[in-house]
């Protein structure tokens, strides 16, 4: 779970130049959702069967895709280059955690059920595969327009003087 949210939030980042005040505490709220992540799974491998603690796990989950589809939404406002449909997936994955906080009360099992079924549709690709090729290809190899230089940077607003610099360490 945390790696998969880390990795989420890595890609979601990659377009961010600069962070307003709104990203920053949107940010900082879903690391401490990730950080209680460890406790709440312990404290549901020790209790799987309370619907108190499945129903604390599905709250959990809620909250941490909730907070990643508000920083993903914010990214979308602040950088207008992101597709417009993932927060209408995002608001599925978040309806699907909510529904479990009610259903631990009614059966844990199902809530089980849901804690599995939400990872595997994340292996759902979003866009084919040429379509993410295409794009990762237009945005590591920009031309800049007067000196015909390659911009190879993985951040397509890098200038050509700061791919001149010299690597840190460097004498």
Request: glycine share 4%; aromatic share 12%.
């Amino acid at each position: 779970m945390i790696a998969g949210t880390w990795t989420i939030l890595v890609a979601n980042f990659r377009r961010v130049t600069q962070a307003s005040w709104a990203l920053i505490w949107l940010t900082m709220v879903h690391l401490f959702a990730i950080c209680l992540a460890p406790w709440v799974t312990a404290f549901l491998a020790q209790n799987p069967t309370l619907p108190q603690v499945v129903s604390m796990y599905g709250l959990l989950g809620t909250l941490i895709m909730g907070t990643s589809a508000a920083i993903s939404r914010r990214i979308e406002i602040d950088y207008p280059t992101a597709y417009e449909w993932s927060l209408r997936r995002d608001m599925v994955f978040i309806g699907i955690w909510a529904i479990s906080i009610p259903l631990a009360f009614v059966t844990v099992y199902l809530s089980f059920v849901i804690f599995v079924v939400i990872p595997l549709l994340a292996f759902v690709p979003k866009r084919s595969h040429e379509e993410t090729l295409l794009t990762h290809c237009s945005s590591v190899v920009q031309f800049n327009q007067m000196t015909m230089t390659p911009n190879l940077s993985l951040n397509p607003d890098a200038s050509p003087a700061a791919l001149a610099r010299p690597p840190l360490g460097a004498g």
